[in-house]
């Protein structure tokens, strides 16, 4: 695996054509075209006068300078044409009954009427090739469109675009949609990049309907009913791919309904979307929620690094049997979906995080790793049986009080919990874990809590294959269930040796070695945080437990002096794992060294002691007499922070403070009921590393690795549980 390469070079190597860059497009004022922009006076004729103009000249850009245009009929968008807004510019809705009626469509019996009905927007096209929506300025429906069914002339979405291809929008916001702030529908090829969507007062955000290849970046996206949907529903008389997509660095938040979701409508297939550094900030139904309730195979969706809170579902799987599509659907399955980094705080006691398969269709392959989910509670003990479930509604409430205050589970195979946790705020009666009808169901280093009058833990019934280990000491009852805890697949990265120093030019030679329990099978390799002006070779580039790769980094003779933290990445089918190589290119580091400790919570900070040399025997707190029974050899030897027990529940932020005479990498060994703390950002790394203590009840603690430079190193509150322990290499 190269690392970076030119783009030409890299482009050569994938087969890929690199086309040259056209021509800067023409420019069209709409001003030119007698908009007056002045807040008052009807401009949509000029709009598309202007739009027309460009079109005619081959593409262009249709510009607002700043100014207001009130738009009280429809905007007809046409091919090779952005409309850029500058920074002051809005296109304003108005009341009345002058926007384009809405077109017949023989299939809306399968679909809401929004869904399907696209002529009856402020901006709408069909067909259409290379346009766009870019700026800093501001689209606003003004509080005149419609949020239920419009009459004949009015409005009820901002943008509606159907079977268009190559649409970018970015840099602007849209206020007041409607019904939605924005619907495509059997799009693809799509781009969006800091878009702003504020629509809480009206309905949906942005509906993605039967479209492929999406990615979308550092949006901000606020909704009343969906912030952000994926869907495929039959308006387009047929049933249609959905795919290939990416959201990053986003955020989300939806008054009455959901903030990301699959669904309801699923006629198509869904296959190969990527959800990363996303936050969710309140959901009056389900954070993540996904479901099929017409057919659809859902497969091959990853959540990373998510953080939820205020949500009244915290994820919500289901498979439904509505069935309203067209094309005489059967029902449908969701598979191959991980959750990886996930922090939620849910905000109702009835709706705990569902799995809900269907008698005709499971949900299969769904590993959940670090996902830590704390809900209300407040439950007393209540019947442990199935609740009640709608087939044919899709909200969370179609499905009744879930009788475990943690993850309540139904017709679902293969589905694994590693590293994860539920925990209550107020004291509930229920089990943690309920499961009815499934199989193969893992819990491994699962973190619990137990309400003081719950019958027991982890309830299994009609459920072949279940294990829990690693994960305390729960009561476990099960009626007509069989148990079967093999060994754990898993693996961990070691790199030796831990540091190089190069000088620019030359190359730095490392070994990747993996040890396993159990048999993840095959581990690829790869690498980030790869400094500039070097290159990163494996070989081989993959390897199984026990055997070896070396890793080669060329230097350059420009590349910069400085330390850097390379992330060493072994993936082993949904199983990642990581382990850090530090290269320095210049002259030798200075030896390590930890000073300037404080500590936040001064009532204990006494007990808190920069020491060296980490092996097993010596005490782990200032204030307890634990001591480490097991420390990897990765990081015996190194020094560290001898941290106070009693500073587990402290709440400032940073906590504690140190420094570091030169580039260093930091390990924070946080208790495994815990998982990584919210405070950590995406570049800690959980190293697969773990410490264990001595205390009555022994406890182990995962180590979330980060790279710091020389200087002041912050570190947050610990949150409960036993504290962590800080280790630096």
């Not at 389900?286 to 690094?305: A, E, T």
């Not at 930091?666 to 703390?677: H, M």
Request: glycine letters at 12%; a neutral charge.
């Amino acid at each position: 695996m190269l690392r970076r390469l030119g783009v030409a070079v890299t482009a050569a190597l994938l087969g890929i054509t690199m086309l040259a860059e056209p021509a800067q497009a023409a420019d069209f004022n709409v001003k030119d075209y007698g908009a007056a922009g002045n807040g008052s006076a009807n401009d949509t004729a000029a709009i598309d006068r202007a739009i027309t103009a460009a079109n005619a000249a081959g593409g262009g850009t249709v510009r607002f300078p700043s100014g207001t245009y009130r738009s009280p009929n429809s905007i007809h968008m046409k091919s090779n044409v952005t409309l850029q807004l500058d920074s002051g510019a809005t296109i304003m809705g108005a009341s009345g009954s002058g926007y384009d009626k809405p077109e017949p469509n023989p299939n809306d019996k399968y679909q809401d009427y929004g869904h399907s009905h696209f002529h009856n927007a402020m901006i709408w096209g069909d067909r259409l090739t290379n346009i766009g929506f870019v700026g800093s300025g501001t689209i606003d429906g003004g509080g005149a469109l419609i949020t239920g069914n419009p009459d004949s002339g009015q409005a009820d979405k901002i943008i509606s675009l159907t079977r268009c291809e190559n649409l970018t929008v970015s840099g602007i916001k849209l206020r007041r949609g409607g019904h939605f702030a924005m619907l495509i529908n059997g799009c693809r090829n799509v781009v969006s990049d800091r878009l702003t969507i504020d629509t809480a007062s009206d309905r949906d955000g942005w509906n993605v309907i039967s479209t492929t290849n999406v990615t979308i970046t550092n949006g901000n996206f606020a909704g009343n009913d969906d912030a952000l949907a994926f869907k495929s529903d039959y308006a387009l008389g047929q049933k249609l791919s959905n795919g290939n997509v990416k959201v990053y660095d986003t955020k989300l938040s939806a008054g009455c309904c959901n903030a990301l979701m699959f669904g309801s409508e699923t006629c198509g297939d869904f296959t190969g979307y990527d959800f990363q550094r996303i936050q969710i900030q309140g959901s009056n139904k389900s954070g993540l929620g996904l479901v099929s309730m017409d057919g659809s195979v859902i497969s091959d969706v990853h959540y990373k690094d998510i953080t939820v809170s205020g949500v009244r579902s915290p994820i919500m799987l289901k498979v439904g049997a509505r069935k309203r599509c067209g094309n005489s659907p059967g029902v449908g399955t969701i598979k191959n979906i991980t959750y990886d980094n996930i922090t939620i705080n849910g905000a109702s006691p009835s709706f705990s995080p569902t799995i809900m398969g269907d008698v005709d269709g499971h949900v299969t392959d769904v590993t959940f790793n670090n996902v830590k989910i704390n809900v209300p509670g407040g439950n007393g003990p209540m019947s442990t049986n199935p609740p009640s479930n709608d087939r044919t509604n899709y909200n969370p409430n179609s499905i009744g009080t879930r009788p475990a205050y943690g993850w309540y589970i139904r017709y679902a195979d293969r589905i694994k919990f590693l590293n994860s946790a539920v925990s209550f705020t107020n004291n509930d009666g229920r089990p943690a874990v309920i499961a009815d009808n499934s199989t193969d169901l893992t819990f491994d280093t699962f973190g619990w809590e137990r309400g003081t009058s719950s019958p027991t833990d982890f309830l299994f019934r009609n459920t072949n294959g279940f294990c829990v280990r690693n994960s305390g000491s729960p009561r476990v009852q099960n009626t007509g269930s069989t148990e079967k805890c093999g060994v754990s697949n898993d693996f961990s990265l070691a790199v030796d040796p831990a540091s190089r120093v190069v000088k620019p030019g030359e190359t730095a030679s490392f070994t990747v070695s993996a040890a396993s329990t159990g048999s993840p099978g095959p581990i690829s390799l790869d690498a980030d945080n790869v400094p500039a002006g070097t290159v990163v070779q494996f070989n081989p580039a993959t390897i199984v437990p026990g055997q070896t790769s070396t890793m080669t980094v060329a230097t350059l003779p420009d590349t910069p002096h400085g330390s850097t933290n390379i992330n060493v990445i072994g993936t082993a089918g949904q199983i990642t794992r990581s382990a850090v190589a530090i290269l320095t290119v210049g002259d030798q580091p200075a030896e390590l060294e930890l000073s300037g400790l404080t500590v936040a919570d001064t009532g204990n900070a006494g007990d808190w002691s920069l020491q060296t040399g980490l092996r097993t025997g010596v005490a782990q707190y200032g204030d307890r007499d634990f001591t480490f029974s097991a420390v990897p050899e990765e990081v015996a030897g190194a020094k560290w922070i001898r941290t106070a027990n009693d500073s587990k529940s402290a709440t400032q932020n940073p906590l504690a403070r140190f420094t570091i005479n030169r580039d260093a990498l930091v390990y924070v060994a946080v208790d495994t009921r815990l998982g990584k703390r919210p405070w950590m950002d995406a570049l800690w790394l959980d190293s697969g590393l773990q410490l264990v203590n001595t205390e009555g009840s022994p406890k182990t603690f995962r180590l979330y690795a980060k790279g710091f430079r020389a200087g002041e190193v912050q570190l947050g509150p610990n949150g409960g549980a036993s504290n962590y322990t800080v280790l630096v290499e």
